[in-house]
């Protein structure tokens, strides 16, 4: 019911006050785009976290893959192969951090500031 009672109120205020005040329109303009860029670049950034985080899962399977290989070859290639392992567990490791910084430093920060200029935006 309150819905419908504020749809009302607002019906009989658009039709009765016309008091349009150009700078208000402006800004409030400028924040519907504002938030639109906002949306945009938190769907952005979040798919770059979800690919950080896909090739350290990558990073994992190649390390697996080498360590295995180095384990079945009994040759000169078994310690360098082991080396090629152990290097590709600690680039994970680095890129399993970038994404975690990236997805608490930029994605949560975009999420705020877009929850933010909703609100703003609302008023």
């Not at 976290?49 to 090739?55: A, G, Q, R, S, Y």
């Not at 040759?75 to 990236?102: C, H, P, W, Y």
């Not at 997805?103 to 909703?118: A, G, I, P, V």
Request: hydrophobic fraction near 35%.
């Amino acid at each position: 019911f309150s819905s419908f009672q504020k749809t009302g109120d607002e019906f009989l205020l658009s039709s009765t006050q016309k008091d349009i005040d150009d700078f208000f329109e402006a800004e409030k303009t400028f924040m519907v785009t504002y938030n639109q860029q906002l949306k945009d670049a938190c769907i952005r950034s979040d798919k770059m976290c979800t690919t950080h985080k896909e090739l350290a899962d990558n990073y994992i399977k190649l390390s697996g893959g080498l360590l295995d290989l180095a384990t079945l070859e009994n040759s000169s290639l078994e310690g360098f192969l082991a080396k090629l392992s152990e290097t590709f567990e600690r680039m994970r490791r680095i890129e399993g951090r970038v994404a975690n910084d990236q997805d608490l430093k930029l994605s949560d920060c975009l999420r705020y500031h877009m929850r933010d200029t909703s609100a703003a935006k609302d008023l």
